[in-house]
C-alpha cells in the first residue's frame, strides 16, 4: 500500500481546479476559493478511501467553498446608484476571460455550478449529482439549459 | 453544436499557480498542516533530495534513489501531507553548499531519525563520531555500536541510512582499506572521501 504526496494531488488537480473556481465564482474569488479548497483537502487527505476519485473530491470541496463565498459576497454586497453597463474586462492578463464570467455569472448559481464540473472538470452527471444534489437527469438538464444560455449570451459578447 | 466555450482558456496558468502554491504553503505551515517540506539540491554528487518534518531532517536521497520513489515512501511511512516548500530546507542546503565548499566539517542540524529504528539507529547514532576526513571499518562501528560481530548488520544500516552525508556513512569502509558500497554510488563515496581527506589535510599545514 503506497499513498500520494500531496504535492502531487496539487500538481495533477492544481490547474483544473482553479479553472472550476474561477468558472463557479469568478475570477476575483477564485483564488480565495481555491486556497481554502486545498487546505481542506490538505487537512482531510490522511483520511481519504483509497479509492477515492480525487478529482470528484477536490470538486465537491470545492462546491461548498464557493456556495460559502456567494454568500459572504452577498452579505457584503452594498448597493450601488448606478449600475454599470458592463464590468471591465480589463485587469491583469492571467485574470481570466472577463466577458465569459461576465456571461458565467448571469446564469442561476445551479446551472454555473453543473456547467462547471461537467465542461471544465470533466465530471459526468452521476457524479455531479452527487454534489449539488438533485437527480442525475435534473443535472443534465440544468447543464443543457445553461450552456444554451451560455453560448447565446457569450458569443454575443465576443463578436460584437 | 459543439462549441465548448472553455476551449479558448489555457490549461495552466503558470504564475497563478505558483503563486497560489506559495499561499497553501504558508496557510498549511500556519495551521500545523504540513507535515513533510522538500526540495531538491544541486551538489557534486548529483541532485539530492531533502525531507524534513517539523522535528528535523528526515530524508537525504541521492538521484539513484529516485526521489519519486522516496517521496511515496516517505508519504506512506510518515505522513501524507507532503508540500514541495524549499524555504524550510534553506538551513540545509545551505550547510551542505558549506560541506562541498570544503569550509564545513560536521552539520548542525535538527535531525528525525524515525525512520531508523533499533541496532541500525545505534550505528547512525555512533557515525557522527567519525571524524571528517578519517574512515573507520564496519567492523570498528560495529564494536562501537556495541555488538562486534554484527559487521553485515553494520553494513545494512549504512546501506539504508535515511539521511546519508549528514550521518556520515561515507566514512565507513572496507578493513582492506577499498571503499565498500554506498547508497549514493561508489563514484560519490570516492568524491566525499577524496574532497574530505584533501580538506583536512589542507588544514593541517
Redesign the interface.
Known sequence: MTVKPFEQVVDEHGPAVLRVCRAVVGPVDAEDAWSETFLSALRAYPDLPDDADVGAWLVTIAHRKAIDITRARARRAVPVHEVPDRPSTRGRPEDWDGDLWTALAQLPDKQRAVVAYHYVAGLPYKDIATITGGSTDAARRAAADGMKTLRATYQQGAKP | ?T????D??P???E???R???A??VS??TQ?G?LD?A?RTLDSPVGPLLLATTTTGLIRVAFERQDHNAT??????LI??????APAKLDPVARQLDEYFAGTRHHFDLPLDFRLSKGFRRAVLTHLPAIHYGTTESYAQVATAAGSPKAVRAVGSACATNPLPLIVPCHRVVRSDGSYGQYAGGETAKHTLLTLEATQAKTQQH
Do not use: G, K
Not at chain 2, 517521496?71 to 506512506?76: G, I, P, Q, R
Open positions: 453544436m462549441h465548448n466555450p472553455f479558448s482558456l490549461e495552466v496558468d504564475p497563478t499557480t503563486r497560489l502554491h499561499r497553501l496557510t498549511a495551521e498542516l513533510i522538500y517521496l511515496t515512501s516517505l508519504a506512506t505522513s501524507p501531507r507532503v508540500l514541495h
